[in-house]
C-alpha cells in the first residue's frame, strides 16, 4: 500500500507558486524520532509529490498515531523557510495535501543571504562567454525561490541585455565570499554551482575545470579564487565581456606602455588573485641554462678602434654589423628565462678595412628606473607581472629581439612593445619610438621591409581582447599609413610573418597565448597540439582573407615568401611543436627523466620546409626541403618577397643542452643543394646576415657574417665569410675586446644607409 503527499507552496501575498524549492516529508514516531518519507522539489506553478510506502515506517510498534512534517527549505536546501505539520492516523486518507504560503517577509529575510550567491553564480553564468536559455531558466527559478524575482537588479541582469564584467563577476565573488566564508556557504555554492552547470546545455572546460575546483576542499577559498580568476580573466571571456569599442588612441598608448599582456585586465581583480611563486630548483635550473658561461651577461659597455683583424677586411666591406640580445642589467627577480634580459647591442663598424666595437644597452624607460633604484623591478615572462604597476609598467619592454632599419633608423625591437630608437653609430638610446604616437599595439620583432616599394610591414599580438592580431604599414616616409585587425578565433603568440608583392602572410599556429596560467604556477604559453596550424594570405594593402590549414606546427622564423603563378610559395623553418626551450612546458615544477626528455626535445628540432598555396583551388602543398636542423635564416634581404635562391642559417650544435649554432649552412634552392662551413671545435656562432657587395649583381655577392664565440679561448670574434666561397677560411676574422653573450638577432646597415640616418 502506498501513500501520497501532496502540496502547494506559494507565496502569501499573492498566492503564486514557488517552483525549486526543496520538500522534505517525515514523521515523527512515538518516541520522538524523525522518518524520512521522501524528498522533492516544488514543479514551475509550486507543486509537489512524495510517495511514501507502508515499510517506509521503520517500527510498526511506534507509528501507531504518525504526525506528518513537511520542511520547505530554499533551493539549495540551506535554509529552512517553513515547516508544517498534520496529525494523522493510519486510517486516515491515502492522500494528504498541504498548502504552504510563505510570506514575502520570509523571502526576503533569506534573498538578503541568497543575494550576492546569486549574483555570483550570474557571474559564473558569463564565464563562457554568454548566458545560455537553461542558465536563465535556471537562475530565474533560483530567484524566484530565493524571493528576488521582483529585485531590479536581479532582474536586469537575467534579461540578458548587459554583460557582466570581469570586475563585476570579481566583485560579487568577493562579496559572497566575505572574509570568512563557512564551510556551509562553500557547500551552498557548490550546489548551486552544480545545477547551474546542469542546466547549461554545453558543460565546457571551463565549467568543469570550476567545479574541479571543489575538490580541494583544504584550500577552497584560494582555489576558487583562483580558478575564477584564470576563468574570469580568460581572453575569450575578457573579449565577449569588454565593450565593443576600441580603446582611444591614448588608452591604447598607455596600455601599450603599461604591459601588452595584460593592459586590458581590471589590475584590481587580477592582483587579488595572485600570488608569485617561484620554485628553487626550476630558478636553478632556468639560471644555469640561461645566465652561465656565454649566456651570461657582460658588465662593461666599452668602445674599442682598430681592432685586431686577421685576414683582410674587403675595401668595399663598409657599414655596421649589429648583434643584439639579453643582458640582464641586475641580478632577475624570480625565474629567469632567456628572452628576459635587458636588451643590448654589439656593433662592429667596419670602415676602409678597419674595425671599431661598441655594446650599449638599450636604455628602455624600465631600464633607467631600475638603473637609478639599483635593482630590478620587473621580473621576466615566466613570473607574474607587477600588477601594482610600479612606475606605470607592469611589465618592463626589454627591446631585445631584432633590430630593424628603416627611413634612416635604427630601431631595437621586442614583440611585446614598442620600438626604441638608437642613435647611430654610438649606440646611445634616443627613446621609445611611437610613429609619431600613432602606434597602438605591440610593434613585431621581425617587420619585413619590401625592398622596391620602401614599406615597412609589421604586426601585433596580444591576447585579451579581438583582434588578437593588428597589422600595420608604415610608408617609406616613416608614417603608418594603413592597420587593420587580423581575425583569428583565439589569442596566440606569434612570431613572425611574411611579405610577397603582393600579399602579407600570417601564422596562426597553436601556440595559445594564456597569461592567466600562470596563476596556476604553469607558463603562460601552451602548445595545442590537437589544433591545425594555419597560413593567412591577405593582399597587402587589405581584402581577403584566404587562410590555408596544414598539419598541426610550429614555426618560430620564416625565410621568405613569393608569388609564382597561382601560388605563394613560403619557405620557413618548421618543427612538430614548441616547449620554448624550457624541460616540460605543462609542468613547469617537474623535472622528466631523461628519456621524457629526449622525447620532448625531438619535436624541437626545426627543418627547412617550403608551403605552396593556390590560389585558385585552395590546396596547400607542404615539403621538407632538408633534415639538418638550422634556423635563424637570412636571405640577401633585397630580395624579401621575391623569389629568392640563397639562404643562410645557422646550424644547430644539437649535440649541446643549450641552443646553440656551431655553423653556417648555405642553401641554393635552385639546385637544391647546400655548403656548411663550420666554425671549428667549440665555437659558436648566431644568425649570419649577408651584406651585399655596393654594386654586386649576383644573389650571392657579397658577405656573410656573424659573431663567434670561441669557447676555449673565451673570446668573441666578427667572422666575414665570402658568400660565394662560404666553405673557405673567412676572409677576416675581427677579434673583439670583449666577450659577446649569445643573442637573438643580427643586422647589417650599410655606410651608404647610416649616412642617410636622421640622428
Ligand atoms: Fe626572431
Request: charged content about 25%; overall charge negative; some cysteine.
Amino acid at each position: 500500500m502506498s501513500y501520497i503527499i501532496t502540496g502547494k507552496v506559494y507565496q502569501a501575498e499573492n498566492t503564486q507558486g514557488i517552483p525549486n524549492l526543496v520538500i522534505t516529508a517525515f514523521d515523527h514516531d512515538l518516541i520522538g524520532q524523525p522518518d524520512r518519507l521522501g524528498e522533492t522539489t516544488t514543479n514551475q506553478q509550486g507543486e509537489f509529490t512524495i510517495t511514501y510506502s507502508e515499510k517506509d515506517f521503520q517500527d510498526q510498534l511506534f507509528e501507531v498515531n504518525p504526525d506528518i512534517y513537511i520542511v520547505v527549505k530554499t533551493a539549495d536546501a540551506s535554509k529552512i523557510l517553513h515547516s508544517t505539520q498534520k496529525t494523522i492516523r493510519r486510517q486516515a486518507s491515502k492522500n494528504e495535501h498541504f498548502d504552504i504560503p510563505i510570506p514575502q517577509k520570509i523571502l526576503d529575510a533569506d534573498a538578503v543571504d541568497a543575494k550576492p550567491l546569486l549574483k555570483l553564480l550570474i557571474g559564473v553564468a558569463w564565464i563562457d562567454g554568454e548566458l545560455e536559455p537553461g542558465e536563465v531558466t535556471y537562475l530565474q527559478q533560483l530567484a524566484t525561490t530565493k524571493g528576488l524575482s521582483n529585485d531590479p537588479e536581479i532582474a536586469s541582469l537575467l534579461s540578458n541585455k548587459q554583460t557582466v564584467s570581469a570586475q563585476q563577476a570579481y566583485d560579487w565573488v568577493q562579496a559572497y565570499l566575505g572574509t570568512n566564508p563557512s564551510p556551509q556557504k562553500f557547500v551552498e555554492l557548490d550546489e548551486a554551482l552544480e545545477s547551474l552547470v546542469a542546466s547549461d546545455t554545453v558543460i565546457d572546460e571551463k565549467e568543469k575545470e570550476l567545479l574541479a575546483a571543489f575538490a580541494d576542499k583544504e584550500n577552497r577559498k584560494t582555489t576558487l579564487q583562483q580558478r575564477l580568476g584564470s576563468i574570469f580573466l580568460d581572453a575569450n571571456f575578457i573579449a565577449k565581456v569588454t565593450p565593443d569599442t576600441p580603446d582611444s588612441r591614448e588608452t591604447a598608448r598607455k596600455n601599450l606602455k603599461k604591459g601588452f599582456a595584460y593592459a586590458r585586465v581590471p589590475q584590481a581583480i587580477i592582483s587579488k588573485f595572485t600570488s608569485a611563486q617561484t620554485n628553487p630548483e626550476v630558478k636553478e635550473d632556468l639560471a644555469y641554462r640561461f645566465l652561465t658561461l656565454n649566456f651570461a651577461p657582460v658588465r662593461k659597455e666599452i668602445t674599442a678602434d682598430n681592432l685586431e683583424v686577421i685576414g683582410k677586411l674587403p675595401q668595399d666591406l663598409s657599414g655596421m654589423f649589429f648583434r643584439i640580445g639579453p643582458n640582464p642589467r641586475f641580478a632577475p627577480l624570480g625565474l629567469y628565462h632567456w628572452f628576459d634580459g635587458d636588451g643590448m647591442v654589439h656593433g662592429v663598424n667596419i670602415k676602409n678595412g678597419t674595425a671599431s666595437y661598441r655594446n650599449r644597452y638599450v636604455r628602455t624607460e624600465g631600464l633607467k628606473i631600475e638603473e637609478k633604484e639599483g635593482r630590478a623591478i620587473w621580473p621576466g615572462l615566466l613570473n607574474l607581472p607587477r600588477f601594482d604597476e610600479p612606475h606605470g609598467m607592469m611589465m618592463k619592454n626589454v627591446a631585445n629581439t631584432a633590430l630593424a632599419w628603416h627611413h634612416g633608423r635604427l630601431l631595437a625591437l621586442w614583440e611585446g612593445g614598442e620600438p626604441y630608437e638608437l642613435r647611430v653609430p654610438d649606440l646611445e638610446t634616443v627613446g621609445p619610438y611611437t610613429f609619431n604616437d600613432e602606434l597602438t599595439f605591440p610593434f613585431t620583432a621581425h617587420p619585413k621591409i619590401d625592398p622596391q616599394t620602401g614599406e615597412m610591414m609589421f604586426f601585433g599580438y596580444q591576447p585579451l581582447a579581438k583582434p588578437y592580431i593588428q597589422y600595420g604599414i608604415v610608408s617609406p616616409e616613416g608614417k603608418i599609413v594603413k592597420t587593420m585587425p587580423i581575425d583569428i578565433p583565439s589569442p596566440i603568440s606569434t612570431h613572425d610573418f611574411a611579405i610577397t608583392e603582393k600579399y602579407t602572410i600570417f601564422l596562426d599556429m597553436p601556440l595559445a597565448l594564456k597569461p592567466m596560467r600562470v596563476m596556476q604556477g604553469k607558463i603562460p604559453l601552451v602548445f595545442e597540439r590537437n589544433k591545425p596550424s594555419r597560413f593567412g594570405i591577405i593582399p597587402r594593402h587589405g581584402g581577403e582573407m584566404r587562410w590555408f590549414s596544414v598539419p598541426s606546427c610550429m614555426v618560430y622564423h620564416i625565410v621568405n615568401a613569393y608569388e609564382e603563378g597561382n601560388e605563394v610559395i613560403l619557405v620557413a623553418y618548421r618543427m612538430d611543436w614548441t616547449q620554448l626551450f624550457i624541460r616540460d612546458i605543462e609542468n613547469p615544477l617537474i623535472f622528466p627523466s631523461t628519456d621524457a626528455l629526449l622525447e620532448k626535445v625531438e619535436p624541437e628540432l626545426t627543418k627547412l620546409y617550403r608551403w605552396r598555396f593556390n590560389l585558385s583551388t585552395g590546396q596547400v602543398k607542404e615539403e621538407v626541403l632538408d633534415d639538418e636542423v638550422a634556423e635563424f635564416p637570412r636571405i640577401n634581404d633585397n630580395y624579401v618577397g621575391r623569389k629568392m635562391r640563397y639562404v643562410y642559417s645557422g646550424l644547430a650544435a644539437v649535440y649541446m643542452e643549450r641552443p646553440l649554432f656551431d655553423g653556417v649552412k648555405k642553401y641554393d634552392l635552385q639546385a637544391g643543394t647546400a655548403e656548411t662551413k663550420h666554425f671549428g671545435r667549440g665555437r659558436f656562432g648566431g644568425e649570419c646576415v649577408f651584406a651585399p657587395r655596393p654594386g654586386g649583381q649576383a644573389e650571392d655577392d657579397g658577405w656573410v657574417l656573424t659573431y663567434v664565440y670561441d669557447a676555449v679561448e673565451k673570446r668573441s670574434e666578427l667572422i666575414v665569410l665570402d658568400a660565394q666561397n662560404i666553405t673557405a677560411e673567412p676572409v677576416a676574422r675581427v677579434l673583439i675586446p670583449q666577450r659577446i653573450p649569445f643573442g637573438f638577432h643580427c643586422e647589417w646597415v650599410s655606410s651608404e644607409k647610416i649616412a642617410k640616418a636622421k640622428r
